[in-house]
């Protein structure tokens, strides 16, 4: 890994992060990505079955049964447990993911969870042995693929598993030719952490709900549990607040460059939220403060400190003017209002406060804003959210932070830690998807360097107990891979961020601890190159990784 711009171990400036990115814009706008699509007319044969331990992320346990597979034929039918509206859900989604492609029907059925399986089976309860919510146990014979799970989130962690047993061309958009062959075996499985998250910034550069869709259809194929919307910043309000109509009205007007504005209705963020859920993602919205809100600020002249309307702001990074005036009643009744709405339209256990790059304030302020805001997200009955600068002004016991970087108020992070708060790793210099993955290409301007640059090795060799010193193992909840989107114009750049790294990020934070081995990733992370590719998704053709012929 190559870092530039700052000291290993040191806190990362914010005139570094600036003035690296500021060249980056330069040349960014307007730049088509450098794209790797590969071929999309190309289909791998699919005689053999895929290996029950070609999955990413690894399984916990896998034992196969050689001699035996099961063949979907097209007069299966898909077993849900009656009675459960999450079998239901999950079987849906199984079926909508099997039938384009194989051009069965496969009706879903409604039975006893005592029916003995046929066809393929979604089990709801009785998976005792099973550790957690997300745990499941997938056994496949020659007459049955069974799915048995304690909760919904098993069921759909095991079908995201099933769809990689069966062929590439599965992830085709088109009706394709059989066989639907998987290998016989057993997997049971469970995450090492409960909280796998990827973080869209929105905010920046808007993207619209289809964009977002897409995202998180990308995001539950390797069991990503969290998607976190970064929603605000300086340079866009992106969420409808009927309060405060202005927000969506100036605030959404631009974004960084001035390209791209717009916003979620209220209505197109409760689909996005749904389409999530029903896909095993949870959204986390986030509003930023104290800082970054001049989008806000430009948008009402009284949440200013001197009262007056600030300029929309479109450069990159932080705004000096982003300030939110912490000391104005004003601004706690505005954050009230808005997170009373965000409330009512999340159906998920988070909200995020931000916390985002506050170093310009005294530990004083950032305590006045978070001991104010962290309340209001209780009061409306949701878990507060936080980057880790947030973590000075908030009650520990009911808090997640989430770790950028070391360096930036250390012993405030372990001490939240210590009083309870669940902490989320998501260091800079690996998890960040946003960072360029080499500087081998100056000339293709996607992507930020100031935390170095980070090619898929480096997304996957880290720990996450081993990034800040003194933080107790326990109080880890898990991984985050934030995409920040001030060099990244639509889904092809974005896609080509995101992948192949997000999957590293998917195993480090779901496969047991013992298991991570890069030799053993590359080639399994190899084998999903044909299915991105079906899947039309723009995946960045790594030089480490042994991709098949054609990828
Ligand atoms: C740092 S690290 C930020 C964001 C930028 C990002 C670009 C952190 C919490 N904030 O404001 O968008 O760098 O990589």
């Given at each position: 890994m190559n870092v530039s711009g700052r000291l290993p171990g040191r806190p990362l400036s914010r005139r570094t992060k600036t003035s690296v990115i500021a060249v980056a814009m330069v040349v960014t706008v307007g730049v088509s990505t450098a794209a790797a699509?590969?071929?999309?007319?190309s289909t791998p044969a699919a005689s053999g079955a895929v290996p029950?331990?070609?999955?990413?992320?690894?399984?916990?346990s896998v034992q196969t049964k050689p001699g035996v597979a099961y063949t979907l034929s097209p007069g299966a039918a898909i077993q849900a447990t009656a009675g459960s509206a999450d079998a239901k859900d999950a079987a849906d989604f199984l079926a909508g993911l099997l039938r384009?492609?194989?051009?069965?029907?496969?009706p879903v059925r409604s039975v006893p969870s005592s029916t003995t399986p046929t066809g393929v089976a979604l089990v709801l309860g009785?998976?005792?042995?099973?550790?957690?919510?997300e745990g499941y146990q997938l056994d496949v014979t020659s007459k049955a693929v069974t799915i048995r799970a304690n909760k919904r989130e098993g069921l759909f962690n095991g079908i995201e598993t099933l769809r990689q047993l069966l062929?590439?061309?599965?992830?085709?958009?088109k009706p394709v030719g059989g066989p639907w062959r998987i290998q016989g075996g057993t997997i049971k499985d469970q995450p090492r952490y409960g909280f796998r998250g990827a973080m869209l910034d929105v905010a920046r550069n808007f993207m619209p709900d289809t964009g977002v869709k897409r995202y998180i259809d990308d995001l539950a194929r390797y069991k990503i549990n969290y998607l976190h919307l970064h929603l605000v910043d300086d340079q866009g309000w992106r969420i409808q607040i009927d309060s405060w109509?202005?927000?969506?009205k100036i605030g959404g007007s631009t974004g960084v460059g001035g390209i791209s504005k717009g916003y979620y209705t209220k209505a197109q963020y409760k689909d996005i939220v749904g389409y999530a859920w029903s896909r095993g993602v949870t959204v986390i919205p986030e509003i930023e403060g104290?800082?970054?809100q001049q989008a806000a600020l430009a948008s009402y002249a009284e949440l200013n400190c001197d009262g007056k309307a600030r300029e929309l702001y479109t450069g990159?990074?932080?705004?000096?003017?982003?300030?939110?005036?912490?000391?104005?009643p004003i601004t706690y009744t505005f954050m009230d209002q808005v997170i009373k709405e965000v409330a009512e339209m999340t159906p998920g256990p988070y909200i995020g406060i931000g916390g985002d790059e506050?170093?310009?304030?005294s530990a004083a302020e950032l305590k006045t804003y978070y001991n104010k805001v962290g309340p209001l997200v209780q009061k409306y009955g949701k878990k507060v959210y936080g980057w880790?600068?947030?973590?000075?002004?908030?009650?520990?016991?009911t808090t997640t932070t989430e770790l950028w970087?070391?360096?930036?108020g250390d012993d405030e992070v372990i001490a939240a830690a210590k009083g309870g708060a669940k902490v989320v790793m998501a260091p800079s210099d690996h998890?960040?998807?946003?960072?360029?993955?080499?500087?081998?290409?100056?000339?293709?301007?996607?992507?930020?360097t100031w935390a170095g640059t980070t090619d898929v090795p480096d997304s996957y060799n880290w720990d996450p107990k081993t990034?800040?010193?003194?933080?107790?193992?326990?109080a880890i909840a898990g991984v985050e891979a934030p995409l920040w989107t001030e060099t990244v114009f639509g889904m092809d750049q974005l896609e080509n961020l995101a992948f192949p790294r997000l999957l590293s990020i998917a195993e480090i934070g779901w496969?047991?601890?013992?298991?991570?081995n890069w030799d053993s990733f590359k080639t399994r992370l190899a084998a999903q190159g044909p299915r991105l590719r079906e899947a039309r998704v723009n995946y960045y053709i790594a030089p480490e990784i042994p991709w098949p012929s054609g990828s």
């Open positions: 699509w590969g071929s999309t007319s029950l331990t070609r999955v990413v992320p690894q399984p916990a384009k492609p194989t051009g069965y029907a496969l009785g998976a005792d042995s099973l550790k957690g919510a062929p590439a061309k599965l992830e085709s958009p109509p202005n927000l969506t104290s800082d970054h990159f990074l932080k705004s000096d003017e982003g300030l939110l005036c912490v000391d104005k506050t170093q310009n304030r880790q600068e947030s973590a000075v002004g908030l009650d520990p016991a970087g070391v360096g930036i998890a960040y998807i946003d960072m360029k993955y080499n500087a081998e290409k100056p000339e293709y301007p996607v992507g930020n990034v800040l010193k003194g933080l107790p193992e326990s496969s047991p601890e013992s298991s991570h």
